[in-house]
């Protein structure tokens, strides 16, 4: 057990989904996993293990931006030995090309800062996916007839971002997509040697005020929980 996470020894996998929303944790533990087993609800954050293809896997939840992230990314990776983390998640468009219900896989991930920053001091570190999990992912969604935007996006400190400069200088620099996580979960990944990746379903457009309806978004976020998983194990 953790200070954030009640599970026992051997109860998490070394694979770990890390959706934001604990009840999506739940939604997609019940909806993909064989036989789910509840291993944390610490702060009502859940997680739950179970099998996939008769691999191990845990989907956790991470809450929502980097500050809760790291914390349970951290204790995941050294307190739980997880060496494959990929967040599942929605996002926001940022390109005119990236539509609502689109998969977008995460290359690189920006941001203004996160909980990792101070330890570069000058540097302007640039965490990046794992390619390996990052190619077998573009590879699982086009065999599922997905057409799937691959580059850069942006993990914001904010939701509610009054900035609209600063969404168009990201637009306008090729920025896919913009979300609250990505940057902080690639930075440990590298600081640990552990694989990393975002793969990530528009959930609504920054620039057109298109949105995905409450009601269609656990639909729409199957497919990408599927190539989550397809990828970690390819």
Same mark, same amino acid.
């Given at each position: ?20 929303? !604990?009840?999506?944790? $739940? ?8 036989? !789910?087993?509840?291993? %944390?609800?610490?702060?009502? +954050? ?6 996939? %293809?008769?691999? !191990? ?20 990776? $050294? ?15 940022? =390109? ?10 995460? =290359? ?39 057409? !799937? ?30 979300? +609250? ?34 009601? =269609? ?18």
């Amino acid at each position: 057990m953790t200070i954030h996470i009640g599970a026992k020894p051997g109860e998490i996998a070394e694979t770990v989904l890390l959706p934001g929303d !604990p009840y999506r944790a $739940r939604w997609a533990a019940e909806t993909f996993l064989k036989d !789910p087993v509840l291993v %944390n609800e610490v702060r009502g +954050m859940l997680g739950y293990t179970g099998t996939w %293809n008769g691999h !191990p896997v845990t989907i956790h939840g991470s809450g929502m931006g980097m500050p809760s992230l790291s914390i349970y990314v951290n204790e995941l990776i $050294r307190d739980y030995g997880a060496r494959t983390l990929i967040r599942i998640g929605s996002t926001g468009g940022l =390109q005119p090309e990236v539509k609502v219900r689109d998969l977008v896989l995460a =290359q690189t991930a920006s941001s203004a800062g996160s909980p990792s920053r101070t330890i570069f001091r000058e540097v302007n570190f640039a965490p990046c996916a794992d390619f390996g999990l990052l190619s077998a992912a573009y590879a699982a969604a086009t065999a599922r007839g997905l057409t !799937p935007h691959v580059g850069g996006i942006y993990s914001s400190d904010t939701f509610y971002d009054e900035r609209s400069d600063l969404s168009a200088e990201l637009s306008r620099h090729g920025c896919l997509a913009v979300e +609250m996580e990505a940057a902080e979960l690639y930075t440990l990944a590298a600081r640990h040697k552990a694989r990393a990746l975002a793969v990530l379903t528009v959930s609504d457009h920054i620039v057109t005020g298109d949105a995905l309806p409450a009601d =269609q978004r656990e639909k729409s976020f199957g497919a990408m929980v599927e190539v989550a998983l397809e990828a970690a194990f390819s």
